[in-house]
C-alpha cells in the first residue's frame, strides 16, 4: 500500500498545479517539502516529504475550539473554550451570549493552539493549510470562526478549507481509528478475529497515545462506509462514498436526539456534569446509570417509528418520545402535589417527582431514543446489502456518539444477522445447492468505529482533519465565502451552497 506521505508527496512534487485552486491564487509556502518539520530548507522532491501542517478553527455553537494536526494522523495541539458555565444558568444555548464568548475567546484560543503545536522557528508560516467550520451552525458563531480564518489565511497567503461541520464529524473517524488489519499477529485467522473487534478508542484516550499508535499510518475505514451522525443539531445516517460525497438514508422529520437529550435532561432537572464530559446529554446518561427500575415507565414511552404503518420509513422521530417525558413529569409533578397537600406539606417543601423516579424516566427515555436509532441503523445495513454496497464499517460520530448505551447497542445491530428476505421453496433448494459448492466464508463483519469520546463532541481536530482531506483533493475555498448556517450534507460535491 503506498503511504500517505508518499502519496503526498507525488502530488506536491508532480507538478506546479498541485491543487485545484481558485484562479490567479498562488501559495508560496507551498509545496513546504524537507526532510524534517523543524527544516526550512527547501529540499529536492526525492527527499522525504513533510507533512502537511493544517490549522483548524471550530465555532458553530457553544465551544470556540483551535487545533494543529498533520497530514500523517499526529495531533500537535488541541485547544477548548468550553461555554457551559454561561448557557447552564439559561437552560440551553443562548445564541447571542454564544457569539459574544467566541469573540471574547478565540484570538486567544488561536494563539494558544499555535504555541503549544510547537512549530520551530517558522512558528505559524509552518501551518500550511487554514481549515474553518463554515457551516451548518449557529450564524453569529460561525461568522466569528470564519472572519478570523479569512483574515489568518489571506494575511499569511495560505490555503483556506470552508468545513461542513457534519463532514468533519464524519471523517473524525479516519482519523482516530486504527486499520485492525494491522494489528501485530498477521496470520489470517487472526486477521479475521481483529476485524471483528471494535475499533473505538478506549474511553481514557490521549493524545499522546493517538500519536504514538496512528501517526504515519493511512487513513481507516477506506470508503464507501456508513456513518451515524447524532448530535445536538442532526441526526442522520448516511453513506459516505468519498470525501465530499454523502448520500442521506435517513433524517430527523423533527427534533434531532441531542435535543431530546437536552430537554428530557431539563425536564428531569438534572444538574450539568463540569467540564468538556459534560453537558445535559452525558448529565443524563449518568443519572440513568442509577436507576433500579428502568423499565417503570416503558409502557408509558413510545419506541419512535416503530409502529407497523411507519416502520419501514427511513426517518427519525424523536418530538413524540420528547413530548412524553414531558407529559409523565407533569403528572408526576401533579400527584406529588396532591400527597404533599394531603400531607399538610407547603408547596416549596415538595419535590416534583422523587430521585429515583427520575432516575427510572430518564433511563427509560434513553432506551426507547436509542432502541429507535438501532433500528433504523439495521434498516441502513439492510438497504446497502440490497444495493449491492460493500460497507465494511459503521462509524458513529457526534456529541451523542459519546453515550455507552448507543455505541454498545449498535455494537449488537451491527453483529446481528441480516433478516432473511423470503424465499419461495425453489429459490431455497437453489441456494442450498450453491452454498455447498461453495467453500464456507466467514460472516460479513460490519466492524462499529467510534472516535474518542473527546473527539465525538465538537472540536477543532475534526476540522484540521477535514481541511487536510479536503486539500489533498484539491478542495480549496476563495477568501470571499460567506457562512452556510443550513447546509444539508448531500449538497457537498455538488457545487451548489445554499444562500
Ligand atoms: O456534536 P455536538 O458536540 O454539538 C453539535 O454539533 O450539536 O453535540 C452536542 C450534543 C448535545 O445535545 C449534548 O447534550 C449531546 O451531544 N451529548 C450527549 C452525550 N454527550 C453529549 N448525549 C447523550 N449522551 C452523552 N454522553
Ligand atoms: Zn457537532
Known amino acids: 500500500m503506498i503511504s500517505l506521505e508518499i502519496r503526498i508527496a507525488r502530488r506536491l512534487c508532480a507538478s506546479s498545479s498541485i491543487v485545484r485552486l481558485p484562479p490567479k491564487r498562488s501559495f508560496s509556502s507551498l509545496p513546504p517539502i524537507s526532510s524534517t518539520s523543524s527544516s526550512s530548507s527547501t529540499a529536492p522532491c526525492s527527499e522525504k516529504p513533510r507533512p502537511l501542517i493544517a490549522l483548524g478553527i471550530e465555532t458553530s455553537c457553544d465551544d470556540t475550539c483551535a487545533a494543529v494536526v498533520t497530514s500523517d494522523r499526529r495531533i500537535l495541539s488541541e485547544v477548548l473554550r468550553t461555554q457551559h458555565h454561561l448557557h447552564e444558568p439559561m437552560g440551553g444555548i443562548v445564541p447571542k451570549l454564544a457569539h459574544h464568548a467566541h469573540m471574547r475567546n478565540l484570538p486567544a484560543v488561536v494563539q494558544e493552539a499555535i504555541q503549544k503545536a510547537d512549530l520551530g522557528e517558522r512558528g505559524i508560516q509552518a501551518i500550511d493549510l487554514i481549515a474553518v467550520t463554515r457551516g451548518p451552525g449557529l450564524a453569529h458563531s460561525l461568522g466569528v470562526g ?4 479569512k483574515t489568518l489565511a489571506a ?16 471523517l473524525t473517524a479516519r482519523l482516530t481509528s486504527q486499520d485492525p488489519h494491522l494489528l501485530t499477529d498477521q496470520s489470517s485467522d487472526n486477521k479475521v478475529a481483529a476485524a471483528a473487534e471494535p475499533s473505538s478508542a478506549p474511553s481514557h484516550w490521549t493524545r499522546a497515545d493517538h500519536n504514538k499508535r496512528l501517526a504515519g499510518s493511512d487513513p ?4 464507501p462506509f456508513l456513518t451515524l451522525l447524532v448530535s445536538g443539531g442532526h441526526t442522520m445516517l448516511l453513506i459516505a462514498h468519498s470525501v465530499d460525497r454523502y448520500t442521506t438514508l435517513a433524517t430527523t422529520v423533527d427534533d434531532s436526539i441531542g435535543d431530546a437529550f437536552d430537554k428530557s435532561a431539563r425536564e428531569l432537572q438534572i444538574p450539568w456534569l463540569a467540564g468538556r464530559a459534560g453537558g445535559p446529554g452525558a448529565s443524563l446518561e449518568e443519572f440513568a446509570k442509577g436507576s433500579k427500575n428502568p423499565e417503570r415507565y416503558l409502557d408509558q414511552l413510545p419506541i419512535p417509528m416503530s409502529l407497523r404503518n411507519n416502520k419501514r420509513e427511513m426517518k427519525f422521530s424523536f418530538a413524540g418520545l420528547k413530548a412524553a417525558v414531558t407529559r409523565i413529569v407533569k403528572q408526576e ?10 400531607r399538610g406539606l407547603h408547596p416549596n417543601e415538595i419535590e416534583f417527582m422523587d430521585i429515583e423516579r427520575r432516575r427510572d424516566l430518564a433511563a427509560g427515555f434513553q ?3 436509542v432502541t429507535h436509532l438501532g433500528q433504523k441503523v439495521a434498516q441502513g445495513l439492510e438497504h446497502c446489502r440490497e444495493q449491492g454496497l460493500d460497507i465494511s464499517s459503521l462509524v458513529i460520530s457526534g456529541g451523542v456518539g459519546r453515550n ?16 432473511q428476505e423470503k424465499k419461495s421453496s425453489h429459490q431455497q433448494k437453489q441456494k442450498q445447492k450453491q452454498q455447498q459448492q461453495q467453500p464456507t466464508l466467514p460472516k460479513k ?6 472516535p474518542p469520546p473527546k473527539l465525538c463532541t465538537d472540536n477543532a481536530v475534526m476540522i484540521a482533519w477535514t481541511g487536510i482531506e479536503r486539500f ?17 450534507l448531500d449538497m457537498l460535491g455538488t457545487g451548489v451552497v445554499p444562500e
Not at 404 to 419: D, N, Y
Not at 445 to 450: K, R
Request: aromatic letters at 6%; hydrophobic letters at 50%.
Open 146 to 149: 470564519l472572519n478570523a480564518a
Open 155 to 170: 494575511a499569511l497567503n495560505k490555503p483556506l478549507i470552508g468545513v461542513h461541520h457534519m463532514e468533519a464529524h464524519a
Open 220 to 223: 481507516y475505514p477506506a470508503f
Open 333 to 342: 409533578t401533579q400527584e406529588a402535589e396532591l400527597a404533599g397537600a394531603a
Open 367 to 369: 432506551h426507547c431514543a
Open 404 to 419: 455507552a448505551t448507543v455505541r454498545s447497542t449498535m455494537e449488537q445491530v451491527c453483529a446481528a444477522p441480516m433478516r
Open 445 to 450: 463483519v460490519i466492524q462499529v468505529i467510534c
Open 472 to 488: 489533498q483533493l484539491g478542495l480549496v475555498d476563495p477568501y470571499d465565502i460567506d457562512i452556510v448556517p443550513k447546509w444539508p
